[in-house]
């Protein structure tokens, strides 16, 4: 299997507990937009826990040992789907099931390992990735064949963006250009870097990122899942409480720039109305895209959040 690459990007933290569910605010939203009829963008917003369920006893009163215990881990995922008629929302659909799946599955037993390392993880986020891959793929095939032939074949691919946190770290798993940001002390950093050919003429120098935003192939994907997959995965240090994780198609990025998510974050009172300012802001200025958001964030443990 080839080893996934690895990004880990260091930011000042400070200690601090881990935080309890309670300390929580999550938020996410989907939108398809002011001129798109159908809505192709999936999102996950869910945590995981080591859970006991009771199936039989001679107990009685048993609903009272059935508790959701310790939490996990939080996930975050956007999928953008690519294709006409219902191929790019099946792509997504297909694509955020197969990963969660995969990927929690592998964070359960890596807690119950002893010695869990974390190396596996990484490595199996990005088997992860190909895994939902190869699951669209196989439904484009089948697509293509029998009945669904006569129909006119739609290209079937999608981005995937998945953060998993499992305190004090962030994971980011990015195929494609949804976006995964950071919101710490001020400042917005952008964690996954658009897989797309003109970032890569950026990247390599042919083109000024001043050209690039202007460019009609600005969202030509080079990496997608079900088209030719090259998933990447980060680590990111989240010990420090109030910094925001926040996860979007690019629907948003289209019409709303860094600086003013930036400002958006700064200002939030909760993650559910940061989500809405910034979808409100997407279609005042056109709303082209299907529009997804999901924001999170450990309330700082100094006071609620404010009112």
């Known amino acids: 299997m080839a080893m996934p690459q690895l990004r880990t990007v260091t930011l000042?933290?400070?200690?601090?507990?881990r935080p309890r569910d309670s300390d929580l605010d999550l938020f996410g939203l989907t939108h398809p937009g002011k001129v798109r009829h159908e809505n192709q963008d999936h999102f996950l917003l869910a945590t995981l826990h080591r859970q006991l369920a009771?199936?039989?006893?001679?107990?009685?009163?048993?609903?009272?040992l059935e508790t959701r215990s310790e939490r996990l881990a939080t996930v975050m995922?956007?999928?953008?789907g690519v294709g006409g008629g219902t191929a790019g929302g099946e792509a997504s659909r297909i694509a955020a099931e197969t990963v969660t799946r995969y990927a929690t599955s592998t964070m359960q037993c890596l807690h119950f390992a002893a010695g869990g390392d974390e190396r596996v993880l990484m490595e199996s986020l990005h088997e992860a990735a190909l895994q939902a891959h190869e699951a669209v793929r196989a439904e484009s095939t089948v697509r293509l064949s029998g009945e669904q032939?006569?129909?006119?074949?739609?290209?079937?691919?999608?981005?995937?963006?998945?953060?998993?946190a499992m305190w004090p770290w962030l994971y980011v798993l990015q195929v494609g250009d949804s976006r995964c940001y950071h919101f710490c002390g001020g400042e917005l950093r952008q964690i996954t870097r658009d897989q797309t050919v003109v970032q890569a003429l950026v990247d390599a120098g042919v083109m000024t990122q001043h050209a690039a935003a202007r460019s009609p192939f600005s969202?030509?994907?080079?990496?997608?899942?079900g088209g030719e997959a090259m998933p990447v995965v980060s680590r990111l240090d989240i010990h420090e409480r109030g910094c925001v994780v926040l996860l979007c198609s690019d629907g948003l990025t289209k019409h709303v720039a860094d600086d003013e998510i930036a400002q958006q974050c700064d200002a939030m009172d909760s993650s559910e109305q940061l989500c809405r300012n910034l979808l409100d802001l997407a279609l005042e200025r056109g709303g082209i895209d299907n529009i997804t958001i999901l924001a999170g964030r450990a309330l700082p443990s100094a006071g609620p959040v404010r009112a």
């Open 54 to 64: 009771v199936h039989g006893t001679s107990l009685p009163e048993a609903s009272r």
């Open 77 to 80: 995922l956007v999928a953008d």
């Open 219 to 225: 969202n030509v994907l080079a990496s997608s899942i």
């Open 12 to 17: 000042p933290v400070l200690p601090g507990a």
């Open 149 to 164: 032939q006569g129909a006119g074949h739609q290209p079937m691919a999608t981005t995937l963006t998945l953060a998993i």
